[in-house]
């Protein structure tokens, strides 16, 4: 079945714990982007990667890190978190096609983030 | 900057009647103009898209319409139905870069 997985689905931790989420997608996708979800203020893009090795910054990067070393796997990574990274996180993927990233974009089921 | 401004935050409506949610895009060189539906608990799915070379499309009982003259862009339900209750999201694609810059969401409630 074509999807993106993200592990962990909740997690609870504390302020300056780092913290690794992961996600990957078994559809071949160059595209995998980053975002977080907070009531009134939609969805805003965190990170993205065109392709391995490629990783440009989105809407609201600071405090958080991530890698493209295989192109199935985009882990999100929070060195040090704070509470205002509390939030649910999602990961998508896409074709990188012909009209840059402006394909379907596919959504992981999200990660409810807590940093007490 | 880039921003995609979206109305009503909630709607709610009877089944059967019609729905219409509303965005607004700030680049006029935007080219594409998707429409995500976020059901509880899940990430968001795509339903429809239009790119700027077309005014309108539909697929069923959804629409979206687009007038890149006024830089608005509208998803329009019709004959609602109660499973048709979610979170609804806009998007568009600025120019030059790769990434969507997605609207802040519209909560759909249909009662039965």
């Known amino acids: 079945e074509a999807q993106v997985t993200q592990n962990p689905r909740y997690l609870i931790t504390v302020t300056g714990k780092k913290l690794t989420v992961t996600c990957s997608q078994n559809m071949n996708h160059e595209y995998m982007s980053w975002y977080r979800q907070d009531p009134g203020l939609g969805l805003r893009q965190i990170y993205y990667s065109m392709n391995v090795e490629v990783t440009d910054k989105g809407d609201v990067p600071e405090g958080y890190k991530v890698s493209r070393k295989e192109k199935r796997n985009f882990p999100l990574i929070l060195e040090s978190p704070s509470p205002n990274q509390t939030s649910l996180y999602f990961c998508a993927s896409s074709f990188k096609g012909r009209y840059r990233a402006y394909n379907e974009q596919f959504f992981g089921p999200g990660t409810r983030l807590t940093v007490l | ?112």
């Not at chain 2, 709607?11 to 935007?30: H, M």
């Not at chain 2, 009982?61 to 608005?72: D, S």
């Not at chain 2, 139905?81 to 999201?89: G, H, L, N, R, T």
């Open chain 2, 1 to 112: 900057g880039e921003n995609v401004e979206q109305h009503p935050s909630t709607l709610s409506v009877q089944e059967g009647d019609s729905a219409v949610i509303k965005c607004t895009y700030s680049d006029s060189a935007s080219n594409y103009f998707p429409w995500y539906k976020q059901e509880l608990g899940k990430g968001p799915q795509l339903i429809i898209d239009i790119r700027s070379n077309v005014g309108e499309k539909k697929d069923q009982r959804i629409a979206v319409t687009l007038n890149k003259t006024a830089k608005h862009f509208s998803l329009h339900i019709t004959e609602t139905q109660p499973e048709d209750s979610a979170v609804y999201f806009c998007a568009a694609g600025f120019h030059n870069t790769d990434k969507l810059i997605f609207g802040t969401g519209t909560r759909l409630q249909v009662f039965p």
